[in-house]
């Protein structure tokens, strides 16, 4: 009954902005470390940005203080947002959480994923 619904993705030009979404739907959610991973045809998905339940944030090292990560609990969304983007970002960005529903038994979750390209 967990979904995450992503938005946000789409074309952009070289040194553009673009600010990704992960919304989760569901009733009593309790949703602790979320992540934004990407993952280019042909290779490994690989992590982009991590924020746990209390806001700490963990980054790739190609991020180079380009992208920021936020979320909004009231909302039960977490935020990628992406500055100064290179051609070299232009994959399919994917949300991931790790979600309990009234159970409280935790598990972990994946959007289904948004194209992000980056015109040179």
């Known amino acids: 009954q967990v979904q995450l619904v992503e938005s946000g993705g789409g074309l952009v030009q070289a040194g553009g902005s673009l600010t990704l979404s992960c919304a989760a739907s569901?009733?009593?959610?309790?949703?602790?470390?979320v992540g934004w991973y990407r993952q280019a045809p042909g290779k490994q998905r690989e992590m982009v940005a991590i924020?746990?339940?209390?806001?700490?944030?963990t980054y790739a090292d190609f991020v180079e203080g380009r992208f920021t990560i936020l979320r909004d609990n009231a909302k039960n969304t977490v935020y990628l947002r992406m500055n100064s983007l290179k051609p070299e970002d232009t994959t399919v960005y994917y949300c991931?959480?790790?979600?309990?529903?009234?159970?409280?038994?935790?598990?972990?979750?994946w959007g289904q994923g948004t194209q992000v390209t980056v015109s040179s």
């Open positions: 569901g009733s009593d959610l309790t949703i602790n470390t």
């Open positions: 991931n959480a790790q979600i309990a529903r009234i159970d409280g038994i935790f598990r972990f979750y």
């Open positions: 924020i746990t339940k209390g806001g700490s944030t």
